[in-house]
């Protein structure tokens, strides 16, 4: 079972998580894979995923930007595979330009990004990989909201996937739908 955490204002509906849903449904593995819209509170959104790895039997969570800080904290706490793609690294520090009012990219809806939100991403911060071999890092070198660099250092005895060009949507995600789906032991599907 694969569970998708989206970045910051993003969305199920994002092109990364509809592309891979889509590519699962394809090879009949469409009841593998979650992807739900996270609430604006880390703390919700960790609990929100928490629950359905504990109800679904998650074996891989796979993260974009903000979605992937949450699966780094997710994978160390389950054990759990986690694939992330461009992920913001240090959340409480990147984010705090946005604390204000926000918008969800897909739906809308407006939220407030607050001082509160910024502690709860510290609160689940992972500093140190206990096991780095459970990571896959996909990063495009072009991403122009993150750093790569940073996250090549942290999650450094990982698989990494570090590619020129490219920006933060990490532009060349169809050539990893398979190769993700066989990462999770999916493959046979």
Do not use: C
Not at 4 to 9: A, E, K, R
Not at 108 to 134: D, M, W, Y
């Amino acid at each position: 079972m694969i569970l998708y955490l989206h970045g910051f204002t993003s969305g199920p509906q994002s092109h990364k998580a509809q592309a891979l849903g889509a590519r699962m449904g394809e090879r009949g593995l469409g009841n593998k894979f979650l992807s739900p819209q996270l609430p604006a509170s880390p703390r919700a959104a960790i609990a929100l995923a928490e629950s359905l790895i504990a109800r679904h039997g998650v074996t891989t969570v796979v993260g974009s930007s903000l979605g992937g800080y949450y699966s780094t904290y997710l994978a160390e706490t389950f054990d759990l595979k986690a694939v992330l793609v461009n992920p913001a690294v240090v959340a409480h520090l990147s984010l705090q330009a946005y604390i204000g009012p926000q918008q969800w990219l897909y739906t809308g809806e407006s939220f407030e990004f607050t001082r509160q939100h910024i502690e709860e991403l510290r609160a689940i911060e992972v500093p140190v990989l206990s096991k780095p071999g459970r990571f896959w890092l996909l990063v495009e070198e072009g991403d122009e909201t993150l750093d790569y660099r940073h996250a090549v250092a942290r999650y450094a005895g990982a698989r990494q996937t570090v590619l020129p060009g490219g920006d933060h949507s990490f532009t060349r995600w169809g050539d990893y739908l398979d190769p993700i789906i066989a990462y999770a032991g999916l493959a046979q599907g």
